[in-house]
C-alpha cells in the first residue's frame, strides 16, 4: 500500500478507492495507471515503478479479487474499500515500526514525498503540477512550499 501511495502521488480518497481494474489488466500490474481524483473531479496519470509493481502483484496474489473490487478492502465489508481513517493508523503503526517518529508522517507525506524528489531533482514545477493534477500552479507552488530561496539556488545552478 505504501508504495502504491509514494508512486501514485494520490491523496488518501483516491488510494483507498482504487479498484484492481484501476491498476490490472490481463492479469498484468499496468505500469501506468489513471484515475479521476475524488475532489476535482479531473483524471491523474501515475507510474507504477517495478517494485511497487512486485509488491502489489505480492498483495493481490494473496488478497484475490475481481477488477471491480477495492485494491484495498475493508476489513468490515466485503463491499467497501478501507476507510481513509484507517489507512491513516496503518501509516502511523509503519512509520512507528521503522523507528521514526509518527507525528511527523501522514497519509499525506506520501502524495508528498515523489513530487517534492522530482522538483529538488529537476527545477520543473510544471512537471509537478501536471503529476499531482492541480489545475492552477500558484497551487502547486504553495503545496511545495517553493520560495525565494529555491528560486534562486536554481537560478545560481544554471550557467550560460
Not at 509488491?55 to 473490487?69: D, I, M, P, Q, T
Not at 512509520?95 to 509518527?102: M, W, Y
Request: include cysteine; proline fraction near 1%.
Amino acid at each position: 500500500m505504501f508504495d502504491l501511495a509514494l508512486d501514485s502521488k494520490l491523496r488518501g480518497c483516491d488510494l483507498v478507492s482504487l479498484r484492481i481494474g484501476d491498476i490490472v489488466t490481463s492479469g498484468q500490474v499496468r505500469h501506468r495507471a489513471m484515475v479521476v481524483q475524488q475532489k476535482t473531479r479531473r483524471p491523474v496519470q501515475f507510474e507504477i515503478t517495478e517494485t511497487t509493481r512486485e509488491s502489489v502483484r505480492a498483495w493481490l496474489e494473496y488478497r484475490g479479487g475481481g477488477l471491480n473490487e477495492y485494491v484495498f478492502p475493508s476489513r468490515l465489508s466485503a463491499k467497501a474499500h478501507l476507510s481513509t481513517r484507517q489507512y491513516a493508523r496503518l501509516l502511523d503503526q509503519w512509520v512507528r515500526a521503522v523507528g521514526l517518529i509518527a507525528g511527523e508522517y501522514g497519509t499525506h507525506s506520501l502524495r508528498r514525498t515523489k513530487v517534492a524528489m522530482i522538483y529538488k531533482r529537476t527545477g520543473n514545477i510544471r512537471a509537478v503540477q501536471i503529476l499531482l493534477g492541480h489545475s492552477k500552479l500558484d497551487s502547486t507552488v504553495r503545496y511545495l512550499g517553493v520560495d525565494v530561496e529555491d528560486s534562486l539556488t536554481l537560478s545560481e545552478a544554471t550557467d550560460l
